[in-house]
Each structure stands twice: as C-alpha cells, then as structure tokens.
C-alpha cells in the first residue's frame, strides 16, 4: 500500500521550500541544480529523498537546512524564513533547531563520546537537558562507551554517536545525508532503526539523503528527484516498491 490516509499524516509543517531553485553558472555553462521545488517535510514524519547521480537531491537538502544558499523561491523552518536571515541568524538556527548526520561522523577525535554528544550544546552555552539525553544515550545503545573516544568505537558506534549528538538539543528537525553510506549493513540498519525510534517515540522529524531503497524503506514517505524537480513520491514504502519506482526512472531515462 503506498498512500495513507490523509488524517493519519502529521499536518504541522517543520519545514518547507517554495518555488525554490538553485542555479550555478551562467550562460552556455549554466546547471539548474533545482527546478521550481516545493515540498513538505511533516512534523513526527521520516522522509527519504531519493533520485539519481545530479538529480538535485543533496542540494534540495543543503538548501532547506541553511547549509547552501538558493538562487530564488523560499525556504522556512518552522516559522523562519532563511532568506531573510544574516550570517549570524542563520548560525544561530543552525544550531538551536537543526540537528545533522553525515556519512562522515564528523565527531572530534580528542574528545569522548558524551563530549561528542553534548558538544553542540556547549558551544551554544546551553545546559544539556540531562534527562532527555540520558534517554536518547539509553535508545542508541551507547551507555558503557560513553568515555571512549571515536578512534575506540566501531564505524558502527560512531555514527550511533553522531545520531546522539543530532538528537540531543531536541532539535526540530533533522537532516541526515547518506546517514548509513559508510556503514555495513548491520550497523546500518541499527542507525537506520533508531531514527526510525525517533520519529514514533520521541516525535521527531527526520529528512535523508539516501541511494538506497532498503534504508529508503523505513521512511514514512520517500520523494523521488530527477533533473531537479519532484516526480514522484511514496508513502508507505517497501525496498521492493521503491526499486520498481527507481527501475521506471532508469527506463525512462533511457528511452528519453
């Protein structure tokens, strides 16, 4: 089943783009790196965003997470519309209501897991809430590698850190690109797992960049990019049902 009815979806918005596009270059060598996107992503929903090599999937991200400038059209968080913000705003939102995983941990190698962790915070100068913390360390199954550093734990444990770290300031959403690309499968479908646990249990709302349909498939909903804009989306999906849709892709490009 790929639709889901429409009052069992989340109708509060945590983020959203509009007419937005991404342009490099000028004239004969000119790249509409995003056509026109407008798009949802749902409190308490995990979307995955999916789409070939240059379909504009990363930069969609890139831009809805303030990490990338846009050329025209809007972009909000919550209630804040990026475009309007300075520098230093956009740092400041960033930081007190965006949280990111990348494929490449990005954790510091002199500091311990929980310094890791809380890191974000103590920039901020903000006091950790200790006991939703102890919650998040409790649901990704870090709680006796708390004191190691990243060159002690697994691939696998450190982007369970790096889950943490985004999960810890209760952001209001989160962007994660290829968040399991660098892992092996098992420890893939662990991180996978618990961004899946996020969203139903401490109601969070997650955005990925993934190739991947079996990590597309613990989505809520999946969105399909080609040449810069949305062709299509799933709910509900299956690693079956999103490799049917990205083999039509395939053959439509081929015949095209």
């Known amino acids: 089943m790929t639709t889901a009815p429409i009052a069992d979806r989340s109708t509060l918005v945590a983020a959203r783009a509009t007419e937005l596009s991404k342009i490099y270059g000028q004239g004969e060598t000119q790249v509409v790196a995003l056509d026109?996107?407008?798009?949802?992503?749902?409190?308490?929903?995990?979307?995955?965003i999916m789409g070939p090599s240059g379909?504009?999937?990363?930069?969609?991200?890139?831009?809805?997470?303030?990490?990338?400038?846009?050329?025209?059209?809007?972009?909000?968080?919550?209630?804040?519309?990026?475009?309007s913000l300075k520098d230093k705003q956009l740092t400041k939102l960033r930081r007190d209501k965006i949280g990111f995983i990348f494929q490449a941990f990005n954790l510091l190698p002199t500091l311990t897991?929980?310094?890791?962790?809380?890191l974000p915070m103590d920039i901020a100068g903000r006091k950790p809430d200790k006991q939703w913390v102890d919650s998040v360390i409790e649901m990704v199954g870090l709680s006796g590698r708390l004191?190691?550093?990243?060159a002690q734990l697994s691939g696998?444990?450190?982007?369970?850190?790096a889950?943490?770290?985004?999960?810890?300031?209760?952001?209001?959403?989160?962007?994660?690109?290829?968040?399991?690309?660098?892992?092996?499968?098992?420890?893939?479908?662990?991180v996978l797992g618990f961004l899946r646990n996020s969203v139903r249990e401490l109601g969070q709302t997650v955005v990925m960049v993934t190739h991947d349909p079996v990590a597309a498939a613990y989505a809520d909903r999946v969105v399909f990019l080609a040449d810069g804009r949305i062709v299509d989306e799933l709910y509900g999906p299956t690693a079956d049902s999103v490799?049917?849709?990205m083999k039509r892709f395939d053959a439509k490009g081929r015949t095209s």
Do not use: W, Y
Request: glycine residues 12%; negative net charge; contains cysteine.
């Open 113 to 118: 897991a929980l310094e890791n962790i809380t």
């Open 147 to 150: 004191g190691h550093r990243p």
């Open 55 to 83: 379909s504009g999937k990363s930069t969609l991200m890139h831009c809805v997470a303030g990490l990338d400038t846009f050329s025209s059209g809007s972009v909000r968080i919550g209630e804040t519309e990026l475009g």
């Open 156 to 161: 696998g444990q450190q982007q369970r850190v």
């Open 163 to 190: 889950v943490a770290r985004a999960l810890a300031s209760r952001p209001e959403i989160i962007f994660g690109d290829e968040p399991t690309g660098n892992l092996d499968s098992r420890s893939g479908a662990e």
């Open 36 to 48: 026109r996107v407008s798009i949802d992503f749902r409190q308490a929903e995990l979307t995955a």
């Open 243 to 245: 490799l049917d849709r």
